[in-house]
T-cell receptor, first 114, second 115 residues
Framework: AQSVTQLGSHVSVSEGALVLLRCNYSSSVPPYLFWYVQYPNQGLQLLLKYTTGATLVKGINGFEAEFKKSETSFHLTKPSAHMSDAAEYFCAVRRTGGGNKLTFGTGTQLKVEL | GAVVSQHPSRVICKSGTSVKIECRSL??????MFWYRQFPKQSLMLMATSNEGSKATYEQGVEKDKFLINHASLTLSTLTVTSAHPEDSSFYIC???????????FGPGTRLTVT
């Protein structure tokens, strides 16, 4: 079975600083990995995804993530935080067995301070 | 990207009544739709998976008689919370996908408050 661990339920950064949100996964098969962002009282928006191929994945809003098989990680980064990046971020792994079911991490609340 | 809508965005109902939430895929045909529940400050909990034209598959611990799911067409799935109680108050989110894609597209969510 697949699982996702997000280290740090809350992360606080200064505006302009590097954003690093951690995600580690467990999967018995090559994983499909996703990062979603959720703003208050809204649904989830896909930031980026890794399926196969290049391990450094670029997404929307300047975010990127690197799939590291040896570390079973898929950390999300952004070089310079903006106030509008404050939101909840979820890492997810596609479950095996087809059907595109996802297993979500517990989420990381990103706070951006002036 | 693909667009998924939900209606209503928020609903308040009295205890004991039923409420229906609609989930529509606006620009693609969704062979599969998912229904999630999200408690405050928590992650999404998958409630059920619905495939067009067949019965929904419920996750363990989810009462199928309480949360009725219908996926009558390739663009519409509905979740009906029957005999709602205050503990059913939550944020319900649907998502849609298709066999040819590897991701889910999420709706904006519905805030249900049962008084």
């Amino acid at each position: 079975a697949q699982s996702v661990t997000q280290l740090g339920s809350h992360v606080s950064v200064s505006e302009g600083a590097l954003v690093l949100l951690r995600c580690n996964y467990s999967s018995s098969v090559p994983p499909y990995l996703f990062w979603y962002v959720q703003y208050p009282n809204q649904g989830l928006q896909l930031l980026l995804k890794y399926t196969t191929g290049a391990t450094l994945v670029k997404g929307i809003n300047g975010f990127e993530a690197e799939f590291k098989k040896s570390e079973t990680s898929f950390h999300l980064t952004k070089p310079s935080a903006h106030m509008s990046d404050a939101a909840e971020y979820f890492c997810a792994v596609r479950r095996t067995g087809g059907g595109n079911k996802l297993t979500f991490g517990t989420g990381t609340q990103l706070k951006v301070e002036l | 990207g693909a667009v998924v809508s939900q209606h209503p965005s928020r609903v308040i109902c009295k205890s004991g009544t039923s409420v229906k939430i609609e989930c529509r895929s606006l620009d693609f045909q969704a062979t599969t739709m998912f229904w999630y529940r999200q408690f405050p400050k928590q992650s999404l909990m998958l409630m059920a998976t619905s495939n067009e034209g067949s019965k929904a598959t419920y996750e363990q611990g989810v009462e199928k008689d309480k949360f009725l799911i219908n996926h009558a067409s390739l663009t519409l799935s509905t979740l009906t919370v029957t005999s709602a109680h205050p503990e059913d108050s939550s944020f319900y989110i649907c998502s849609a996908t298709d066999r040819s894609i590897y991701e889910q597209y999420f709706g904006p969510g519905t805030r249900l408050t049962v008084t």
